[in-house]
């Protein structure tokens, strides 16, 4: 199942800056293991903003959760999840 | 350049059914082409309602807009244009 | 996969009276029948408004935006869909 | 009487961690005691939000408002109540 | 149980004048008598507005919604409900 | 003259707890003895909300504002009024 | 006491032009009027929108409800009253 | 003075297709006449949309209204005007 | 040229209240020199909000703006402008 | 490429100050550079508000997001992102 998410990241201005560098880290290297592996599909930064748009291809919401809710900088996200499906006028059987 | 698009369509009750079914019929034949050349990457459909989530790759904005003001439903869209480009975490050069 | 959705219903003042009444009652029966099929697990009424709040049952995203845009009222639904999952802290291991 | 409940909740970044965990653990043992009461009736996560759904059967709003401005957790939440009633289409009596 | 309703009426323009005349008096007549009953305890105008600002006193959700739903003008209306309960700071056993 | 207000009350959560529950204690004195008063007319719990909708019954605006604002948790507080007036199809002369 | 209202005109655009017209003429007729007897105060354009910005010095909020909702392009508008009352900044004792 | 403003054109469906294309032929006629006397100083299409962001160079905001107010397609726009002035960052005298 | 300017003031809980006081003073002080200037020409108190509505008599918006972000509270303000001009109903040649 | 920026600023009030300044003079130095190469093509001040409303004329969106992203105030603003093309009634070939 495809979901589309948009993630807006909101950093704290006080937020220790050592333990963030070492979040987006740690996010950076989760993200890539996600796409690497097929799930994390499509990641776009959204211009002008620190907000992502990203696609992942997934068994089903509870696996989407999981992984959503255990990203490092999912404390600092405003997250927003939409279901998508085939479009009629898909030429692809399968948009991934 | 990538452009994330998403279009609310809204058909008004009272509008001529012919004239729509036309209408979406040469919505879909134009879609389909443009998914064959390339340029309207990705198109899913939002579960649930009448809208979709699109990618498309395209020169410049003007491309786009000459694009999308000419598709058949146009008239009937509420569309939301945000520009893409690639994430620092994106594993993948070109992220299509 | 449980999927959350909100249906707002909105009759054109104008609409043609014997038609709504006609989309109405199939409307009924669908829904009905889908509650017996355990798909449409929960209908409630919004209290005060043309609104219903219901979960569904379904495999996937696809099979819930089939369902749903082939509603008799759906175009005159403004719908909102939001994936479930299950809770941390349900006792239920599947809280249908 | 059924209510619709949403509970967005926003734990500050700099809130005492130890603290938290212990409201978090006390919010879980709370609400695990009220499902099995029955009054709790539906505890829903939803997908990708430190957010969620929830159907309360309560006697009245009284009742649902010192049940909920007494979890562990308030201060920390967004809270939406919505009303709700059995909908002319329900194939139950009472859809709990 | 009392609930706050506001109720935002619009009258489409071109709606048939002498339909509309004869909905707002049965309106008036069925506002007047629930409220003889005590069961519509308050009805304000707001100033300068086609709305109003009301308060239930009803047995449950239930009640309000068939009693408002069947109110002459509401096709016409935006209800919103918010359930009330007793405040702690109140002097009132039970403020009607 | 009577005003709708709503009352949103939002304590950070880094506020020293002892100055808070003074205030709380203030407020509710001041409330109790508006109210008996008849200035402050109804005040109700918002169910599931830090949050109160009250009826004041004032000269004026200016009364009304003096009033709220040296309210103990004022600086907490999102407040929104409304003028109210008497409806057409009250029942009451003046629906205190 | 004075009221801030601001006035959204939207005019269908089905509407008949002659009687549209007419409504338009009479309501120039009344506002001038009012402002004539100082109950309409003040009467400002926004610039490039169909709207007006305006303080009434009313008794109180009935007087103003009755007049804004018998001017001729009322079903028309969109209102927002907002009650103002005197700045203790102000160097007017009654800011007019 | 320069003023942004954005202009959002809604055509109803149902509008007179000769009437619309004669307001249009007018509306271009007069934007371009406007743009030679460097009074419609910017006027940008947003990708996308039927909207346009414009900047205008007038004495003042009398100025501005009674020139959008008398474009042709001004019953069917919804206008936000927001008055600029110079940044301070600005390495233009008059940023025009 | 006459501005709208709203300015909702929000002052931190955690800000350093003799600096907050000072700033008010300076603040007052300001707004009436101002007002004596007959620059700041209306100054109004929203009913029950810390926020106001003013109309400045101004040459252009650049004069505005040094006014307004110069205000001492102009940090901890949510400003809103609207450039007003003369309405075609009002009987003052410049409605002060 | 032309983009339309807005970027309201929000500096916390707790923010250090000497830190800020320095980052609003870097701020300036890059905006009157980028200013100087034709890329920053116009710069304007929101009357009123900590905001500026700016022009970029860049290749891609990449190219945009590397210049914004990198500002000084970048972690202090809230922007927002427009694609613009030509429009057909601009009497430049490229409305710069």
């Not at 290297?29 to 990641?43: E, N, S, V």
């Not at 404390?75 to 939409?82: L, R």
């Amino acid at each position: 199942m495809l979901f589309h998410v948009t993630m807006d990241v909101r950093i704290p201005h006080d937020a220790d800056p050592a333990k963030i560098d070492r979040l987006k880290a740690e996010e950076k290297a989760r993200a890539q293991d996600l796409q690497r592996q097929g799930i994390w599909r499509h990641l776009w930064r959204v211009a002008g903003r620190y907000s992502n748009v990203s696609v992942f291809d997934v068994a089903d919401a509870q696996t989407l959760h999981d992984l959503l809710s255990t990203l490092p900088l999912f404390p600092y996200m405003d997250v927003q999840v939409t279901a998508l499906c085939r479009h009629p006028s898909s030429i692809h059987e399968d948009d991934r």
